[in-house]
């Protein structure tokens, strides 16, 4: 090793730090002058860089969305870090939307352009029109003549939920600006015919935690909304709160009032969404969604507003590659109530929804008073004590809606009535006035007990007409408690298969419901109500089963203005319903379903018409395998009636009547 001097030493030294400082020096300089000649670069060509760009990016939509129209007037550079886009028209080649733009106006990050990264730091749009059509896309033609690639058969994609729904979050949480705004957008939708369009004059988000004011405005009415809300991106959380902007005013939502007739409107709206990623090909989520005084009015669901104080969910939600999926960690609750809920829907290869709820014990006070008013009325103010358990199973697969599988169960532990509410259930167990409406108009009122001649008690029924009635309409009623599980899921089976309602399953007792306390509205309301109320007497036996049929048997109607049995027997036979035959009491029960349309049984000459045959011959079947006649009765039946009453006067006309009428139409009951 050279040994020198230390004065060398330092001379040498002192040279080449010399010589790297030059060399940093222009370095540095060097690499500051190649970025000024690509920023001057940049700068002079920048709007030829941007449109060459934006064509490239049209002509890849155009290739992947064939029939589709994409027109851009101009693009520039305003400064360096503003971006001005102008007349924008885009018309989707399989999807009814037309999209047209004013102006677009992107503040962008500098320096993260310059080494390729585009970071949108601001984003405003001006005149935006969106047009949503239902049956097809208009097909005038875009202002600027657009790039338009033909259509073309493409094939059927195969969506990966969880993939897209990752993107989609991921889309929203990385690339939406720090501050959002659009000036009035206007949206026209065509929708099952009916045209609508709302104009929103300014809608603004700035800045994670944000505060805004949207004003939606309708041909009848304007609203204000005020939105408050926190987006958290690197947790990839969201929540929006919804106000009515005046005080002590109801929101109503736009749109479905007059799409669908559906009223909802709401005091506030608190939703929150959380992102936790995707993990072993599923996404999950969840957050909350809360709504505060919330009425809801459609003519399907109830005959008056119903109005629920409270309401909220708690979801943990998973989404796979064919499934969504609603964890039983989830948590729904409104006023008192709390449960969790499992849901699943499958889409490939066949469709599929799971549904479960997991034994929930609640006190039966607070499952009762947490009824939405307006839902129930005929339970409103009922008291009870004890507690009460529901339990619930349900699968189904649309293909083969047969093999569905249904398990339900409400348990009752130490449950009593301490006081009825507006309806006392047990005041028909004495003779009672029954009034019969039709749509709810008022027809007829007549006592149900000795008091009224045509009465008749169950022993004085006969054997036949008893045993008929059991088999067509609820051979089971004797040994369930109000419900048969059995003819609910081939109803629904049934009616999965036909995509229509062609079956009900509604027993003896819940008829009986119907007809002594509802209205004839078939609303959802009354359905569940009519459950509610079966539920409470079978399984408190408020009403003994005897009781139930006995009155089922003199209050139901039997043809035009006439109810009960005795009268029908009159009506049809002109004889006490004690002397029914064995076919007369089978042809009563016939008609139970469909009682003002009697006529179209019979042909021309006043007879049964031969199809009937296999119905006479299928119930009468029944009847014999339960002992219920004998083999002589089974043998010598013959699917033949002659009327004495004056219900023979109802046929004359009534020729032409189609044959199978009766039969095809869609069953009455739910």
């Given at each position: 090793m050279l040994n020198l001097p230390a004065c060398c030493k330092d001379f040498l030294s002192r040279l080449l730090g010399a010589r790297a400082k030059k060399a940093l020096k222009i370095s540095m300089l060097a690499v500051t002058g190649a970025l000024l000649i690509l920023a001057l670069l940049f700068f002079s060509l920048r709007n030829l860089v941007l449109n060459s760009i934006l064509n490239s990016k049209i002509e890849s939509y155009l290739h992947r969305h064939p029939g589709a129209f994409f027109s851009i007037d101009t693009a520039r550079f305003r400064k360096l870090d503003h971006i001005i886009i102008k007349n924008i028209y885009l018309r989707s080649g399989s999807q009814p939307i037309v999209m047209a733009l004013g102006s677009c106006s992107l503040k962008i990050s500098f320096w993260n352009m310059i080494i390729g990264?585009?970071?949108i730091k601001d984003f405003e749009l001006d005149d935006l029109k969106l047009d949503?059509?239902?049956?097809?896309?208009?097909?005038?033609?875009?202002?600027?003549?657009?790039?338009?690639?033909?259509?073309?058969?493409?094939?059927?994609?195969?969506?990966?939920?969880?993939?897209?729904?990752?993107?989609?979050?991921?889309?929203?949480?990385?690339?939406?600006?720090?501050?959002?705004k659009i000036s009035r957008l206007t949206i026209h939708c065509v929708l099952e015919h009916v045209h609508q369009t709302f104009h929103i004059p300014v809608l603004s988000i700035d800045g994670p935690a944000f505060a805004t004011t949207v004003e939606i405005i309708e041909p009848e009415k304007k609203q204000a909304f005020y939105f408050t809300g926190n987006i958290q991106r690197m947790k990839k959380k969201l929540s929006v709160h919804v106000l009515p902007l005046r005080r002590g005013a109801m929101a109503v939502l736009p749109f479905i009032d007059r799409q669908w007739g559906l009223r909802v409107s709401f005091n506030s709206v608190s939703i929150g969404l959380e992102s936790h990623g995707r993990h072993s090909g599923e996404l999950s989520l969840s957050g909350s969604l809360a709504v505060g005084g919330l009425t809801i009015n459609h003519p399907r669901i109830a005959d008056e507003d119903v109005n629920l104080e409270n309401a909220g969910l708690d979801y943990a939600l998973n989404v796979g590659a064919d499934y969504f999926e609603l964890d039983d960690l989830s948590r729904i609750h409104f006023n008192k109530l709390s449960f969790h809920p499992y849901f699943k829907f499958k889409t490939r290869p066949t469709r599929q929804l799971t549904l479960k709820l997991g034994k929930t014990r609640f006190k039966a006070d607070d499952f009762f008073s947490s009824l939405p008013t307006g839902l129930f009325s005929k339970l409103a103010g009922i008291k009870t004590k004890g507690d009460l358990a529901y339990e619930l199973n349900f699968f189904i697969d649309f293909s083969h809606p047969e093999k569905l599988h249904l398990e339900a169960n409400m348990e009752k532990h130490a449950f009593r009535i301490a006081h009825f509410g507006r309806v006392d259930f047990t005041a028909v167990n004495e003779p009672f006035l029954y009034t019969a409406y039709e749509k709810d108009r008022e027809l007829r009122s007549f006592m149900v007990g000795p008091e009224n001649p045509d009465f008749r008690s169950l022993e004085q029924m006969p054997?036949?007409?008893?045993?008929?009635?059991?088999?067509?309409e609820d051979g089971a009623f004797f040994g369930h408690r109000g419900f048969s599980l059995g003819p609910i899921m081939e109803s629904i089976a049934a009616n999965v298969r036909e995509k229509r309602f062609v079956r009900g399953a509604s027993t003896i007792s819940m008829q009986l419901v119907k007809n002594l306390y509802l209205s004839r509205q078939k609303t959802v309301a009354r359905k569940f109500e009519e459950m509610l109320i079966t539920w409470l007497i079978e399984e408190n036996r408020l009403l003994a089963k005897e009781r139930i049929y006995e009155i089922y048997l003199n209050i139901i109607e039997w043809g035009p203005l006439v109810y009960g049995a005795n009268e029908a027997s009159h009506f049809y036979f002109d004889k006490d319903v004690e002397k029914l035959t064995l076919a007369e009491a089978i042809f009563m029960a016939s008609i139970i379903p469909r009682p003002k349309r009697?006529?179209?049984?019979?042909?021309?000459?006043?007879?049964?018409?031969?199809?009937?045959?296999?119905?006479?011959?299928?119930?009468?079947?029944?009847?014999?395998?339960?002992?219920?006649?004998?083999?002589?009765?089974?043998?010598?039946?013959v699917a033949d009636i002659q009327l004495n009453g004056p219900a023979r006067f109802f046929l004359n006309g009534n020729e032409n009547l189609a044959v199978d009428a009766f039969w095809r139409d869609e069953a009455t009951e739910e």
């Amino acid at each position: 090793m050279l040994n020198l001097p230390a004065c060398c030493k330092d001379f040498l030294s002192r040279l080449l730090g010399a010589r790297a400082k030059k060399a940093l020096k222009i370095s540095m300089l060097a690499v500051t002058g190649a970025l000024l000649i690509l920023a001057l670069l940049f700068f002079s060509l920048r709007n030829l860089v941007l449109n060459s760009i934006l064509n490239s990016k049209i002509e890849s939509y155009l290739h992947r969305h064939p029939g589709a129209f994409f027109s851009i007037d101009t693009a520039r550079f305003r400064k360096l870090d503003h971006i001005i886009i102008k007349n924008i028209y885009l018309r989707s080649g399989s999807q009814p939307i037309v999209m047209a733009l004013g102006s677009c106006s992107l503040k962008i990050s500098f320096w993260n352009m310059i080494i390729g990264r585009l970071r949108i730091k601001d984003f405003e749009l001006d005149d935006l029109k969106l047009d949503l059509f239902q049956d097809g896309i208009p097909r005038a033609n875009p202002a600027r003549p657009a790039k338009q690639v033909p259509m073309r058969p493409m094939p059927a994609e195969t969506v990966n939920y969880a993939v897209r729904g990752a993107a989609l979050l991921d889309l929203f949480f990385a690339r939406m600006p720090a501050t959002f705004k659009i000036s009035r957008l206007t949206i026209h939708c065509v929708l099952e015919h009916v045209h609508q369009t709302f104009h929103i004059p300014v809608l603004s988000i700035d800045g994670p935690a944000f505060a805004t004011t949207v004003e939606i405005i309708e041909p009848e009415k304007k609203q204000a909304f005020y939105f408050t809300g926190n987006i958290q991106r690197m947790k990839k959380k969201l929540s929006v709160h919804v106000l009515p902007l005046r005080r002590g005013a109801m929101a109503v939502l736009p749109f479905i009032d007059r799409q669908w007739g559906l009223r909802v409107s709401f005091n506030s709206v608190s939703i929150g969404l959380e992102s936790h990623g995707r993990h072993s090909g599923e996404l999950s989520l969840s957050g909350s969604l809360a709504v505060g005084g919330l009425t809801i009015n459609h003519p399907r669901i109830a005959d008056e507003d119903v109005n629920l104080e409270n309401a909220g969910l708690d979801y943990a939600l998973n989404v796979g590659a064919d499934y969504f999926e609603l964890d039983d960690l989830s948590r729904i609750h409104f006023n008192k109530l709390s449960f969790h809920p499992y849901f699943k829907f499958k889409t490939r290869p066949t469709r599929q929804l799971t549904l479960k709820l997991g034994k929930t014990r609640f006190k039966a006070d607070d499952f009762f008073s947490s009824l939405p008013t307006g839902l129930f009325s005929k339970l409103a103010g009922i008291k009870t004590k004890g507690d009460l358990a529901y339990e619930l199973n349900f699968f189904i697969d649309f293909s083969h809606p047969e093999k569905l599988h249904l398990e339900a169960n409400m348990e009752k532990h130490a449950f009593r009535i301490a006081h009825f509410g507006r309806v006392d259930f047990t005041a028909v167990n004495e003779p009672f006035l029954y009034t019969a409406y039709e749509k709810d108009r008022e027809l007829r009122s007549f006592m149900v007990g000795p008091e009224n001649p045509d009465f008749r008690s169950l022993e004085q029924m006969p054997s036949f007409l008893k045993n008929a009635i059991l088999i067509s309409e609820d051979g089971a009623f004797f040994g369930h408690r109000g419900f048969s599980l059995g003819p609910i899921m081939e109803s629904i089976a049934a009616n999965v298969r036909e995509k229509r309602f062609v079956r009900g399953a509604s027993t003896i007792s819940m008829q009986l419901v119907k007809n002594l306390y509802l209205s004839r509205q078939k609303t959802v309301a009354r359905k569940f109500e009519e459950m509610l109320i079966t539920w409470l007497i079978e399984e408190n036996r408020l009403l003994a089963k005897e009781r139930i049929y006995e009155i089922y048997l003199n209050i139901i109607e039997w043809g035009p203005l006439v109810y009960g049995a005795n009268e029908a027997s009159h009506f049809y036979f002109d004889k006490d319903v004690e002397k029914l035959t064995l076919a007369e009491a089978i042809f009563m029960a016939s008609i139970i379903p469909r009682p003002k349309r009697f006529m179209t049984l019979f042909d021309s000459e006043q007879r049964l018409r031969p199809w009937l045959q296999s119905y006479y011959r299928d119930l009468s079947a029944k009847m014999l395998s339960r002992e219920m006649i004998s083999q002589d009765d089974f043998d010598t039946l013959v699917a033949d009636i002659q009327l004495n009453g004056p219900a023979r006067f109802f046929l004359n006309g009534n020729e032409n009547l189609a044959v199978d009428a009766f039969w095809r139409d869609e069953a009455t009951e739910e």
